[in-house]
């Protein structure tokens, strides 16, 4: 049986990134530019966490991370892999062929989490666990179906957009993989800090390589808007995946995170007024099931 809480918590982390969609949407409505939407998300989120770190007196445990060249280096590629290489290719195939399509390409990642796990960590492949993200992830294929997004590409251009969805699953599963590796010796909040910073230094010279358009595209509503989006995204929700990441494995970590999508389809109705079809119900009913099973 699964380790409850990794799972209740895991899942709260889904939640957190699903309430951080809703932000990040509002936000992008107005500063249509992904790397300028991404950087702004950090600095609150890094000051969130940092008070908490050190109300926790977990300040120290991200002190150890910077002075430890291995634990650094490892960091640093993990968060190049996931967050730069993996969000980059995930744009690159939602611009080739639309949302309907690459969105749920790339997030196929757990099927390939559950299998790299099995290789690489030698976490145990249980047939109910391959058997549940497969159901999870069919789930996720139907509840893309709300966007009627097609794709405006054929050919050439078609075939690179849906190679650069597999590849963002690929590198968001690569990336989970080394995030699991590091959180056997290292404490979550502080990953999550340092991994702040590090992705800060990475795309800061976008950022003030554009100060013009980063001028004419954010005011003060996006700039709040994005960070609190940040928050709730790449700061509470990342940590709490990191939690459960470190207790109950790659594998089944990956897996509940699929209860994202559903999440934020349901904020969406609630805080957006979104429409759901039939479709929608139906992926939603396979997430549960899905989720379910690998909890068993």
């Known amino acids: 049986m699964i380790d409850v809480f990794g799972a209740l918590i895991t899942f709260c982390g889904a939640f957190c990134w699903a309430l951080a969609s809703i932000f990040y949407r509002k936000a992008l409505s107005r500063a249509t530019n992904p790397f300028i939407a991404n950087i702004i998300r950090i600095p609150l989120a890094f000051l969130v966490l940092t008070t908490i770190a050190l109300l926790d007196g977990k ?12 634990t650094l280096l490892y960091l640093v590629l993990a968060t190049f892999v996931m967050n730069i290489v993996g969000d980059t290719l995930y744009l690159l ?33 249980r047939m109910n666990l391959l058997l ?3 159901i999870a992830v069919t789930g996720v294929w139907l509840l893309s179906s709300k966007k009627q997004e097609v794709a405006i590409t054929t050919g050439y251009s078609f075939s690179i957009g849906v190679l650069a969805g597999i590849g963002a699953a690929l590198a968001f599963s690569f990336g989970i993989i080394l995030f699991r590796i590091m959180l056997i010796e290292t404490d979550p909040i502080a990953t999550a800090i340092i991994k702040l910073i590090i992705l800060f230094v990475m795309t800061s010279p976008i950022f003030w390589l554009r100060q013009e358009e980063v001028k ?7 700039l709040l808007i994005g960070m609190i989006g940040g928050v709730f995204g790449i700061g509470i929700g990342d ?8 207790r109950i494995g790659a594998g089944s970590a990956a897996a509940i995170t699929t209860s994202s999508p559903m999440l934020s389809l349901f904020l969406a109705v609630i805080l957006l007024k ?11 009913v396979l997430i549960v099931i899905g989720i379910l099973l690998t909890l068993i």
């Open 59 to 70: 300040i120290s445990e991200a002190l150890i991370i910077i002075t430890t060249v291995k």
């Open 216 to 222: 004419a595209s954010i005011d003060k509503r996006t």
């Open 93 to 125: 195939a939602i611009r080739n062929v639309g949302v309907a399509i690459g969105y749920p390409l790339a997030y196929m990642y757990p099927v390939f989490v559950a299998i790299l796990a099995t290789i690489i960590l030698a976490e145990p492949l």
């Open 239 to 246: 940590w709490f995946f990191y939690i459960g990441l470190a």
């Open 274 to 284: 979104e429409k759901v079809g039939s479709w929608q119900v139906i992926g939603t």
């Open 132 to 134: 549940g993200t497969i």
